[in-house]
């Protein structure tokens, strides 16, 4: 780990999750007694190249969400922040957050609550040599092309993989790729992207099946079973 760097993990969980089809946010459910972005939250917590936590929530449920997190009791300091209408603007909030732009910050999606301070250890390990690194699992499915319902081709499986998070860069150019994008209009699904269309890089790490993302009710059970 870089000497004096903080590394701050950003927790986005400023969704909705409206494909789960239930009253509450989808990272507020209860995963084996624990709200879904709990698991996250602990997973940093325990990873010891974090330094620190940032959480960002829907806007209206700041008050909400603390009180259903009352029992993660972080020992790093942590704050909970508003995101906004988009992933991009949501990051953003966390990265205001830090207050900073020195050290080197971990953006994940709450929705993935499988995730190990063993796989974040190795990805943050990875970024500090190379500049960056993105968690992601190579396909080993046969992968086609579609129009219309139609196979129009097969793609090359050894050239696929599966992005997943965390998504690590230093602070300070994730800011300049967020502030690019505001200033051209661009809105992208993962933070790697932006970071690339400054024309770095991009580096992969290894993931884990563990780390897949909750979207459905079905993906909420199987995690019941996994973890």
Excluded at 57 to 82: C, I, Q, S, Y
Excluded at 203 to 220: H, N, Q, V, Y
Aim: proline share 5%; glycine share 8%.
């Amino acid at each position: 780990m870089p000497e004096n760097k903080s590394v701050a993990a950003v927790v986005v969980a400023g969704g909705m999750g409206q494909r789960m089809r239930t009253a509450i946010p989808k990272q507020f459910l209860l995963l084996k007694g624990r709200p879904v972005v709990q698991w996250s939250l602990e997973c940093f917590e325990q990873t010891p190249e974090i330094t620190r936590l940032v959480l960002v929530l829907p806007e209206d449920w700041l008050e909400e969400g603390m009180n259903r997190l009352k029992d993660f009791k972080p020992t790093k300091p942590f704050k909970v922040v508003a995101g906004g209408v988009l992933r991009q603007d949501s990051v953003r909030a966390g990265l205001e957050a830090l207050g900073d732009e020195e050290g080197w910050v971990a953006v994940h999606d709450a929705a993935r609550p499988g995730i190990r301070p063993e796989t974040v250890s190795a990805a943050l390990n990875q970024a500090f040599v190379q500049g960056n690194a993105v968690c992601a699992l190579p396909s080993h499915d046969t992968l086609v092309k579609v129009v219309d319902g139609e196979v129009i081709g097969q793609l090359d499986r050894n050239e696929v993989y599966r992005i997943q998070t965390p998504q690590i860069f230093k602070t300070k150019i994730l800011c300049q790729a967020l502030e690019s994008a505001a200033r051209k209009g661009l809105v992208a699904t993962d933070e790697a992207s932006l970071v690339r269309e400054l024309g770095y890089k991009i580096f992969l790490a290894a993931g884990s099946e563990l780390s897949a993302k909750i979207t459905t009710p079905e993906d909420l059970d199987r995690f019941e079973s996994l973890l």
